[in-house]
């Protein structure tokens, strides 16, 4: 069973949002955080957002604070990453991962990660 499963990329124009979602149904390990992180074309992967398991303390880039939000379902074990406002520099395949969500979080190391969705595809454009 495939331990994450993202879902809910497409296609909007600047200034529209979408809702990507993280299943982590598959993992039954016990863990620490849930992460976000995102890969554009040409360019490294790097860390949107985090989410703690124990008290869903979050952390965000600098680059998304105020427009995006990540939360919880603990009833469907899921990890959702609402993105408003959306910019064209958003465009990125989206990825999540299972690791380190503590304080000074930017998702560096990626080795850290042990395990990874399939990603989602984010484009943003007019």
């Known amino acids: 069973q495939v331990p994450l499963v993202e879902s809910g990329g497409g296609s909007v124009q600047p200034g529209g949002s979408l809702r990507l979602s993280c299943a982590a149904s598959g993992f039954t390990r016990d863990y620490f955080g849930i992460a976000w992180f995102r890969q554009a074309p040409g360019k490294e992967r790097e860390g949107v957002s985090c989410i703690r398991k124990n008290d869903d303390t979050t952390y965000y880039a600098d680059s998304v604070k105020g427009r995006f939000t990540i939360s919880r379902d603990i009833t469907k074990n899921t990890v959702y990453l609402l993105m408003n406002s959306l910019k064209v520099d958003d465009t990125a395949v989206y990825y999540c991962?299972?690791?380190?969500?503590?304080?000074?979080?930017?998702?560096?190391?990626?080795?850290?990660?042990?395990?990874w969705g399939q990603g989602t595809q984010v484009t943003v454009s007019s």
């Open positions: 991962a299972i690791g380190p969500c503590g304080d000074t979080w930017t998702g560096a190391p990626l080795r850290l990660y042990d395990y």
